[in-house]
């Protein structure tokens, strides 16, 4: 660089949790240096590790719903014999009841969803923190974390 000017730098793609930067300044009339370091944290890397580390020590622990969902505010109720509930998730676009085998697993491909008594709406419905379902003719075609 000229010995005053300034250099810019555009990060794309930023897919570690941190960034450091040294900036190495020199006199080279007295032949004397300084150093300085920057550290720029990645909060959406941050975010996603602590998501999925809880997710992982949920599933550990026999509890298949990590915090987020946790608090997305689901119920069930049996409604039949072979102990299919129906649990019921707040969305992005209201509550959504899905047929289970159980109340903690998650919501399977063929499974019903429903939404205000009815099949529920095609779309994509997000439950919580990255957490989607796809519904297609009031059947769930595909459950995803993105």
Do not use: C
Request: glycine share 6%; net charge positive.
């Amino acid at each position: 660089m000229e010995p005053i000017g300034q250099k810019t730098y555009k990060l794309r793609d930023f897919k570690n949790a941190v960034l450091t930067f040294e900036l190495l300044a020199e006199n080279s009339n007295i032949g004397r240096q300084i150093k300085s370091s920057l550290t720029l944290k990645n909060k959406t890397y941050i975010d996603l590790y602590t998501y999925f580390k809880k997710l992982i020590e949920a599933e550990n622990s026999e509890n298949k719903f990590s915090n987020e969902q946790k608090q997305a505010n689901y119920s069930y109720e049996t409604v039949d014999e072979n102990k299919l509930v129906i649990v019921d998730f707040q969305t992005n676009k209201g509550i959504v009841g899905i047929e289970q085998n159980n109340s903690y697993s998650y919501p399977e491909p063929g499974k019903k969803a429903f939404m205000n008594g009815k099949s529920a709406p095609d779309g994509k419905y997000k439950f919580g923190f990255l957490w989607y379902v796809h519904i297609k003719n009031g059947v769930v075609t595909s459950f995803s974390l993105l």
